[in-house]
């Protein structure tokens, strides 16, 4: 059974850099079929995508954080991670990691499995 | 960028009643489009995939509906474990969710 879990510190300060990884298990992170996502929702507020990646290192970022985000990924240990630069209180969120379906055409569609999420804090 | 745009934004019902959202799209994202499901303090729960396909294990009184720019999420008969939030979610280009559509109890 796939699972994803969410990983990193939960109290990052304001500029400093928010860094979390995401390990799969039961399932490889190399397969052809899945792209790997990374998406945010603020205490009490909705879901905001941030951005993906392919197990290739193929990245789509959000045009709203693209400057401040990097994601990879590390095949050997089945894990991706992201990195989130020049945070602020606005960036105080649960993260979530979650797998992407991708189609035989190539589109790169929903969310089908999802990590269980973590707080991460932006606060001196 | 794509918007989509929720309403209700919280909708009271009763258990029994037929409820159901309607999700926007700010410009045509044909069929591409995903609607979940989440409870306080848990990730989304894929529900519909591709406007109208109901995900494996999800309960047949969820259906979904529309292409182009409307899309509707209907729950036929209100369960008490449907009281949640959600979400329609386009993947047409990039993926973007909605604000929301909290259902509480009447």
């Known amino acids: 059974q796939l699972q994803l879990q969410e990983s990193g510190p939960g109290l990052v300060k304001p500029s400093e850099t928010l860094s979390l990884t995401c390990t799969v298990s039961?399932?490889?992170?190399?397969?052809?079929?899945?792209?790997w996502g990374w998406i945010r929702q603020p205490p009490g507020k909705g879901l905001e995508w941030i951005g993906t990646?392919?197990?290739?290192?193929?990245?789509y970022y959000n045009p709203s954080l693209k400057s401040r985000v990097t994601i990879s990924v590390d095949t050997s240990k089945n894990q991706f991670s992201l990195k989130l630069s020049s945070v602020t209180a606005a960036d105080t969120a649960v993260y979530y990691c979650?797998?992407?379906?991708?189609?035989?055409?190539?589109?790169?569609?929903?969310?089908?499995?999802w990590g269980q999420g973590t707080l991460v804090t932006v606060s001196s | 960028d794509i918007q989509m745009t929720q309403s209700p934004s919280t909708l009271s019902a009763s258990v029994g009643d037929r409820v159901t959202i309607t999700c926007r799209a700010s410009q045509s994202i044909s069929s591409w489009l995903a609607w979940y499901q989440q409870k306080p303090g848990k990730a989304p729960k894929l529900l519909i995939y591709e406007a109208s396909n109901l995900e494996s294990g999800v309960p047949s009184r969820f259906s979904g509906s529309g292409s182009g720019t409307e899309f509707t999420l209907t729950i036929s008969s209100l369960q008490p474990d449907d009281f949640a939030a959600y979400y329609c979610?386009?993947?047409?280009?990039?993926?973007?969710f909605g604000q929301g559509t909290k259902v509480e109890i009447k």
């Open positions: 979650a797998r992407h379906l991708s189609s035989s055409s190539g589109r790169v569609r929903y969310f089908d499995h």
């Open positions: 979610q386009q993947y047409n280009s990039y993926w973007t």
């Open positions: 990646i392919y197990y290739s290192g193929t990245t």
């Open positions: 039961g399932g490889s992170i190399s397969s052809s079929s899945y792209y």
